[in-house]
């Protein structure tokens, strides 16, 4: 399978422990992105890169949040501390956009984050 | 700032028959992108149609098609013949031209009846 895939799909942890998140794009994707999705509401964008650089943060993501993409393939999302109003289903997407063009983003199929 | 408004949280379609969801959008810029994308029980999200705003035709895509009224700033999907396999959330989204923030609305639940 070529699409985007996410590592664990679940994750349940305790309040104020930290946790990261795999996201693995679409190979030659070079554009990547974050989304949180609580329930009953739609993706919240959360950050993107291009390649390596992180481009745009969303102010959703407060300083608890780190995401890295270090070879401009794989991203990691971490949350430190967290808190159970993280507790939602992030989601990451990849696109490969033509110039001049909208890009199609494509969405794995999320990590759903439970914090007790 | 950009919002995107689904009003209808739920809508069933009887299978076979065609369903109209609605979508609006609230921007001062003139030209940006707009998308359906459907996510089904448990399953990841996939783009259904896209339109770019500059383009007076409504994007068609199979059994899909748009209503595209960009001066009541309206997007809205229809789904011909029906099938049980279109039942899923639809997200309506938007995106400017400058930036890769897309804004999605709250989803509308569709469901179909055999």
């Known amino acids: 399978d070529t699409g985007v895939s996410q590592d664990p799909r679940h994750k349940i942890t305790k309040r104020g422990q930290n946790v990261t998140f795999r996201c693995d794009p679409i190979s030659e994707h070079n554009r990547l992105y974050w989304y949180r999705q609580t329930l009953g509401q739609g993706p919240e964008f959360l950050t993107y890169?291009?390649?390596?650089?992180?481009?745009?943060k969303s102010r959703l993501l407060s300083d608890r949040f780190s995401a890295e993409r270090p070879k401009g393939s794989f991203s990691t999302l971490e949350i430190q501390r967290t808190e159970q109003g993280d507790s939602a289903m992030y989601l990451c997407?990849?696109?490969?956009?033509?110039?001049?063009?909208?890009?199609?983003?494509?969405f794995g199929p999320g990590t759903r984050l439970t914090v007790l | 700032a950009q919002t995107v408004t689904q009003s209808q949280p739920e809508m069933s379609v009887q299978e076979a028959e065609t369903v109209t969801l609605s979508c609006t959008y609230d921007t001062s810029e003139s030209d940006y992108y707009l998308f359906w994308y459907k996510q089904p029980p448990s399953r990841q999200m996939i783009l259904v149609i896209r339109q770019e705003a500059y383009k007076q035709q409504n994007a068609t895509e199979n059994r899909f098609s748009v209503n595209f009224q960009k001066a009541a700033k309206s997007f809205s999907l229809k789904i011909s013949d029906s099938q049980l396999g279109d039942a899923a959330m639809y997200f309506c989204?938007?995106?400017?031209?400058?930036?890769?923030?897309?804004?999605f609305g709250a989803g509308t639940r569709l469901t179909v009846k055999p």
């Open positions: 989204a938007y995106r400017t031209i400058s930036n890769n923030d897309m804004r």
């Open positions: 997407a990849s696109s490969l956009r033509p110039e001049g063009t909208p890009d199609t983003q494509y």
């Open positions: 890169f291009q390649n390596e650089a992180q481009l745009e």
